[in-house]
């Protein structure tokens, strides 16, 4: 069977090498799969694909891509992996042009190819077009969340990476975020989404990861965890099926 | 007294007053994290200040009150502490490289000041005849200089203690929590920013001491006795004997002192002539490349500390 | 008066060049690099040591005291200096950063221009030194006012440079690379851009116009190893001034320093010229320590 498209394996990691944030975690995610990541405050989730994407020290374990080992990628890296980020905070540049944001993340590109997919990237965003020549600070928080992920698409990723995308916006907003992410997989592009707003991500993902204090706790199908009280008891802090 | 035990207890005089200005740039940097990078000027200020209110009163100058020795070298580190507070305060809110730059400029500042303020300074000749404390009552110099030796041994064992209690006090453990985590520290009501001002300035009146007991022994001030290089020197003894360290501190000053002046009879033997002054920028690079060494190789210098890790690890 | 102003505004050009070198590298590499003032003399003495080799092959540019061999021994001392610089990174500042606190980067950088310092001393020993023993006749250029050619070169040359940088940094890759790492260097490198690159030639622009600013200041003052200690106050001062990260702001803030400077003369004795910047520092940092026009990140902690 081909290799999954993103494996992570027992993977330990932190900013110091004594004190870990991740225990030995592990999850995969495969080809056109939106998995979700969810868990109480402390349980590591954004160190887990902070980890992935090489800003984090991985001490054990590993992460393959398609069976290519990339663990401690250098972060300039990532596209060459065909992995995207957009991290939780500060994902633009306030003091850039949107124009000047989207050239940026097409640095990895051909002259050619980044003039084409900024253009697509304005048709497929249209609400920047009207702010282009202008820096990113007049930009709402939605909006500045459409452009970090426009910038993200760029380099045509098989694995985008978000950090809670839905942090501080609007339920209305929240929910053309997602519904753009969902209209993603359907390109065959992968997502693998950190996130706080457990029912949404429930009701948006295939697989959910539940974790906690570092370690692996449930996971699964999205649709049964939604039901399953278990997830409850972990954000609550009481016990939790040990995988 | 025979001549090399005459030297030797001038060089400790010498060494011993440098000692106190390494303690005060050691609460600063090794117990704070600010650089002062213009010591010199806080140690001029001290030995200026002095000898303006204890000197001989003259026509020529504004200063020279002719005060007991004792309220001169207070007076002197009244001033010191004052300048620190100018640029402590200005950069209390900013980040330290603001500090550094100040300190810098403040040095620079009175060097300008003591070089051409001649009412107050003495210009370029300086001041000279400043009164050395109880000369009179002593036969010789030679047992002068080792009543002086007692004097600053006692004055920088007194330091050393004091600095021991006040790092071991509450207000040394509220020091010791700012460096370790700010942020909490501030979340406890604390004020990081008074507390690490109130360092600076009490690091520099002590370097204003050491200048008022400089003066005391040399009896005259010039401009030449405090050029940039003293900064320099006084870095070097405080890296080399280990921040963070009062007993690294003695030991760096007395260290480096030793390879400063065994250098310079090193270089002043082995040089021709005309490459004296050349001979003089050797020395300097020794005191370069032992800071720079020191801070790659031995960051801890000579004796070291215990000091957590650098909660910096990325 | 008149010729206060006009020389105030040559020493500014030459602090501004330098400042623009500084405010650079300390708002991209975020810590105050005590040695960037040793680059200029650095340069300025290369430069020296190149015309000395390459000899005087060719005559000065009339009007001014300088033709092609100077010239030539600038593109030689830009490149010596941003070898030096690269050099320094490299051996001293890129090991202290990843063990050490930020601090010591900075206290490293002190020792660093002492170092240097000296060994131009060494080399070249402490007398003061000039390109060529070419006499320039100052031109009367209105009554109470003379300027010599080199002058108005320095101020024209000066003015070129600050241009060609800002459309460097609004219109290439490389420089939109360098504004958004001022800003975040993780998320430059999460866009795919290798910032160890960006690094270096931020290095190497801040070099070369430190070369070009201590082979100007070389060309219309003298040559002396004390000259980026004095000039460190002023760089600072000028970048603060302007707001640290912004290269406008410190060619306005050189331009103000070096005219406070020479005006100063004025109203206090020659001897305290060197405490102005010191006092211009202390008041930008009592009232606006973000600069006129706002450093990129603000000084506050």
Redesign the interface.
Known sequence: MSPLLLEIRDVVAGYRPDLPILHGVSLHVGTAEMVTVIGPNGAGKSTLVKSVAGLVPISAGSVAIEGTEVTNLLTHKLATASIAYVPQTANVFTSLTIDENLKLGASTLSKADAGRRIAKAYEDFPALTQYRGQKAKVLSGGQRQMLAVARALLTEPRLLMLDEPSAGLSPLMVSEVFSRLKTLIATGVSILMVEQNVKAALAISDRTYVLAEGRNRIDGDSAKLAGDTEVAAIYLGAGGRKR | MSGYLAYLVFFLIVALTYSIVVMGLNLQWGYTGLFNAGVVGFFAIGAYGTAILTGPDRPELIGGFALPFPAGVVGGMILAALAALLVGLATLRLREEYLAISTFGIAISIQLIGLNFDALTGGAQGLTGIPRPLFSTFGTPGAYNLFYLCLVGTITAIVFAGLQVALQSPWGRLLKAIREDETAAASLGKNPALVRLQAFVLGSTLMGLAGGLYVGFIGYVSPLDFLPLLTFQIWAMLIVGGSGNNRGAIVGAVGVWALWTMSGFAISRLLPVHYQSQGGAIQVIIIGLLIVLTLLFRPRGLIGEAQSVSRHAR | MLQALADGILTGSIIALGAIGLTLTMGILR??N?AHAELITWGAYMALGALAITGTFAGPISPFSFGLPLVFATLIAVVLTAALALLIDHL?FR??RS??????V???S???S??VR??I??IF??SAAYYSNELQIAIRVMPGLRVMPDHVFTLGLTLAIVVALHLFLQKT?LG??M??L???P??????????RVVVRWTWVIGAALAAVSGVLYGLTVQLRPEIG?QL??PL??AA?LGGVGNVFGAVIGGLIVGLAESLSVLFV?A??K??V??FI??AV??VR?NGIFGA?RG???
């Open positions: 810590f105050a005590f001293v090991p202290l063990h050490t606190s930020h601090m010591t900075v206290f490293a002190f020792g660093v002492l170092l000296m060994v001393l060494l020993g402490g890759r939109l690379s504004r958004a001022a800003e975040n993780d998320l430059v490198r999460i866009n795919g851009i290798d910032t200690f460190l106050l600072f001062a603060i004795p001897g305290y060197m405490a910047p010191f520092l202390l940092l009592y320590p990129l000084g506050a902690k």
